[in-house]
């Protein structure tokens, strides 16, 4: 039997089409399946586009990930398996680690954290259905169907010696800084408020303990837009001299080191900063939700050896092999 997808998923918002009803979904899912005969194979199109169906939802690019876990949530499926056109899911890329290993398996928060800094193997709403309805997502490659793949799953398998799961790098970064004096109570939430209404995400955030400043990463060709939209926000800050500008910083990357206990053991954090190059000049550095990423800003020239260096560090001898 086929289906289609736009057919199934329930939009929750008339107007933007943009937010599936999850609960409402997963009824029209048991709806379909109650009364099905047994041993029936369904076929489900998945599509990023809905024409004429007013109340059907978009879930956008890679929006199998997303049907798939909510079927599996709906039916209360021991797994869910996704293949994709990878060998595997990689400790780094291996066009920039050859030694890079097959990882075997990660919790659905690391896998968060690798969605997040670039290393998108399965979307990010698919991971959390999964995760909140404790289904395993098994990742499969088509070049190599028999290999048994990686699990993403709440309690992963172990190792001693390995405490990170990978690392995971975005390049065409940007630094943008505002620095001011009495800024107020409310600078922050202007400021993000802000970034927020141009479609701006931040890949990374820090405040000054004085809050005397805001520094954030965003992709390189956005500072100009930001800088104009944040220029505009706080007009009559800069009038007042409360704010002394914005400051902007290209060609930077940020590297992230991924694993639910990097924090865990402070070991960890001395082997990774002591593996990068002495010279390398860090623009910022920050821990991710829990501790399990820390994300290092550095220079783009100095980010591929930032990431062979520590990948080094803490695969080498590795007993997973490929």
Known sequence: ITLEAKEILKNADTVSHLTVDTQKSIKEVKKIFKDAKPMTLFV???????????DSAEFGAHGSDF????????????????FTNLQGVFSADPLKVPEAILIPSMSYEEAREFSFFGASFVQSSALSL??????????????????KGMIIE???????????????SIDSI????????????TASQRFFK??????????????????????VAIEEHHLEEAVECLEKEFELERIKKRVKGFTTIKDLSIVVVIGDHLATNPANIGKLFSSVNPSTRFFAVCYGHGGRSLALLVESEA???????VHSAFFQGSPITK
């Open 44 to 54: 489900v199109i998945g599509s990023d586009e809905i024409d004429g169906v007013e």
């Open 67 to 82: 049907t798939a876990a909510l079927f599996g949530a709906a039916l209360g499926v021991q797994r869910v398996q996704i």
């Open 130 to 147: 999964a995760s909140s309805s404790r289904i395993p997502i098994q990742i499969r490659s088509l070049l190599n169907p028999k290999a």
């Open 154 to 168: 709440s309690f992963p398998e172990l190792h001693d010696d390995w405490p990170i799961r990978g690392l995971s």
């Open 174 to 185: 940007g630094l943008l800084k505002m620095e001011g004096s009495d800024l107020g109570t």
């Open 194 to 215: 802000a970034l927020n209404s141009i479609s701006l995400q931040p890949k990374l955030c820090i405040q000054g303990s004085s809050d005397k400043s805001i520094l």
């Open 303 to 309: 980010a591929l050896s930032c990431v062979k260096t």
